[in-house]
């Protein structure tokens, strides 16, 4: 919770035994259970105290830039090799070539 203020203020659970759609606290374990104990939440008033205001949300730091002038030169990545297509391709000309001799 975060308060607004200091003070004194109800607050009710919606609790179902069983359902996932309502106040919920889930152990992570093999097996997920429900931390809540519905019948031990029926109502209930909490003290809330304020830590003195709003905190303040750091400024983004400095990022790295390139010196003047230099420039990133990209690389291609290799995702290929080209011996089966250069052996593929020689097998099917060595097949053009077959074909062409027997038919004269």
């Known amino acids: 919770f975060t308060p607004l203020g200091t003070g004194t203020a ?24 429900d931390v809540v104990v519905c019948t031990a939440n029926v109502g ?33 990545p290799v995702t290929g090799i080209s011996g089966p297509t250069v052996g593929f391709l020689g097998l099917g000309i060595l097949a053009i070539l077959t074909g062409l001799i027997l038919v004269f």
């Open 10 to 33: 109800p607050i009710t659970f919606i609790c179902t035994p069983g359902q996932t759609n309502e106040t919920n606290i889930i152990e992570k374990a093999a097996t997920p259970q």
């Open 44 to 76: 209930g008033s909490y003290t809330l105290t304020s830590s003195g205001g709003p905190t303040n949300t750091p400024a983004p730091g400095p990022t790295n830039t390139p010196a003047a002038g230099a420039t990133a030169t990209p690389t291609v």
